[in-house]
């Protein structure tokens, strides 16, 4: 290799100078890019969580004229937090959880309906959604932004790159908390709202007593089988106590039944399709675990088969308005539980149906 | 956040400088390594260098506004919602009727809207969804 004049060993030394620069400078710059990129998504989740709490403050200002006090209100509830229970001793871990998960729901409710005198039970349970929905991107707001701070404090790559690299992720889960909020403010169905919606399809215009808190049921009648259909009390945004119901169901007959079958929205693996129905066996239900365990508990103590069908959704499909095809798997969904029960059990069995989820804008009966 | 706004607000300055500096580097780069090809009749290393180097910053560069432009896109996407319909059925005539949802319906709900086809009162919603599907 010749160099013929100068202009050849300008060029080479600018080579090897840029060379230099990003040798010491390339992780400064990735630093900088990264931080722009949260700063951005921070930017973002402001608006999600400014948005939200706006759409809060509208609803809840039809129920009171006072908007200083429902801000006040909001401001005061944004910073909900619940300790989980100790599990260095997990003996009785989950009683004591479902004891907080309790207070935590009456401490919401106790605030909304001091705030929104003369709201309905449903309403109000619209409305602790809406507000549950406010504290998460709360939550993931601040998280991101004291890794965006802490990072730019300490200029350490490895505080900005775990959050950097979680962004899309975080992003997805704060959008779809954000979409969720149109639903609870309207009270329509959310593509968890399957599981209940299954369940009044099967209860028709029979009636229904309440059998646990916030859960109801109704007995109907299969091929000469009797099946008590349960659901969360709708139509508000209530998920209700399905285990308890079902234990209380079990025991009230000494165990005498001969299938569980549980309906409930599974979150789908990337690729799987959405509304895809799929069978099963074990308890279908997504609570933090209290009333999962009295299911299996209750099921195994009485050696009663516990089966499953889910509708396969992804997070965002699950809490915002359902869709379409969520809504038209109901039918099939429906089918397929005749068929189990006519299948699995005799005439004269008993059979319980569980339809798992939140009853946002679903029913308990046909009104007519 | 008015501060994190301005700064967003310079960082669209400095990538938009950036983006340009970088294209203008490219298309001098390119230029000058086929210059130098064309005028000695070969391809020497120097200009081999100079020619790729720019055409790969010019890739690169052009994908860095197909980014951008993309992300502005999904942006303003976000905030469509497609309407929301109701799906009402009469219990005598089994007429299934689809139409906008009003505030305060819900699944079995007694409509106390009379049967278009029949007449009947017994008009009860039976479904209620969005137009949009996860596909779009």
């Known amino acids: ?368 | 956040m008015s501060q994190r706004i301005g700064q967003q607000a310079t960082n669209v300055w400095i990538w938009t400088i950036l983006i340009s500096m970088a294209a203008a580097v490219s298309l001098l780069l390119i230029w000058s390594g086929a210059r130098e090809m064309a005028t000695h009749g070969r391809a020497d290393t120097i200009s081999i260098i100079q020619f790729t180097i720019g055409v790969v910053s010019l890739v690169l560069v052009v994908k860095a506004i197909m980014d951008i432009s993309r992300m502005r896109e999904e942006l303003s996407k976000e905030k469509v919602l497609g309407p929301i319909v109701t799906v009402v059925q009469c219990l005598d005539c089994n007429t299934k009727m689809e139409r906008t949802f009003k505030d305060g319906e819900y699944v079995g709900k007694l409509t106390g809207e009379n049967c278009r086809n029949c007449g009947s009162s017994k008009v009860i919603v039976k479904l209620i969804y969005t137009k949009t599907s996860r596909s779009e």
Not at chain 1, 115 to 134: F, K, S, W, Y
């Open chain 1, 1 to 368: 290799m010749q160099f013929a004049n100068t202009q050849d060993w300008l060029q080479w030394i600018l080579f090897f100078v840029l060379i230099a620069i990003f040798q010491f400078y390339a992780n400064k710059l990735q630093v900088w890019k990264w931080m722009n990129d949260i700063n951005n998504a921070l930017l973002k989740l402001e608006r999600y969580l400014n948005d939200a709490s706006a759409s809060f403050i509208e609803e809840a200002s039809k129920y009171n004229k006072d908007r200083g006090a429902i801000e006040e209100t909001l401001k005061k509830i944004k910073g909900y937090f619940l300790i989980e229970p100790v599990s260095l001793d997990p003996s009785g871990i989950l009683r004591r959880l479902e004891h907080l998960l309790d207070e935590l729901r009456e401490s919401l409710d106790a605030h909304l309906t001091r705030l929104l005198p003369g709201i309905g039970v449903h309403r109000r349970a619209d409305m602790r959604c809406l507000v549950e929905g406010i504290i998460i991107l709360d939550q993931i707001y601040r998280v991101v932004r004291h890794y965006y701070i802490l990072g730019k404090k300490t200029q350490n790559l490895i505080y900005i790159a775990q959050i950097q690299m979680q962004l899309p992720e975080i992003l997805r889960i704060a959008k779809a908390y954000w979409s969720s909020g149109e639903a609870f403010r309207r009270g329509t169905p959310v593509g968890d709202s399957i599981g209940p919606l299954v369940a009044l399809k099967l209860i028709g215009n029979s009636e229904v007593q309440e059998l646990a808190y916030g859960t109801v049921g109704a007995e109907i009648e299969v091929e000469g089988r009797k099946v008590m259909v349960i659901k969360a009390n709708g139509p508000g945004g209530e998920v209700g106590k399905p285990g308890e119901a079902i234990k209380r169901v079990i025991e009230s007959r000494s165990g005498a039944i001969h299938r569980i079958i549980m309906i409930d929205a599974a979150l789908k693996l990337e690729g799987e399709l959405s509304a895809e129905i799929a069978e099963g066996v074990g308890a279908a239900i997504g609570d933090p675990g209290p009333e999962k365990w009295k299911i299996e508990d209750v099921a195994a103590r009485y050696g009663i088969p516990l089966d499953s069908i889910v509708i396969k959704e992804d997070l965002t499909d699950a809490i915002t308005i359902m869709k379409p095809e969520i809504a038209k798997a109901a039918d099939e969904v429906v089918k397929r539980i005749k068929e189990a029960i006519v299948e699995r059990t005799r005439p004269g069995d008993y059979v319980v149906v569980a339809g798992i989820g939140n009853s946002v804008g679903v029913g308990n009966r046909e009104e007519i």
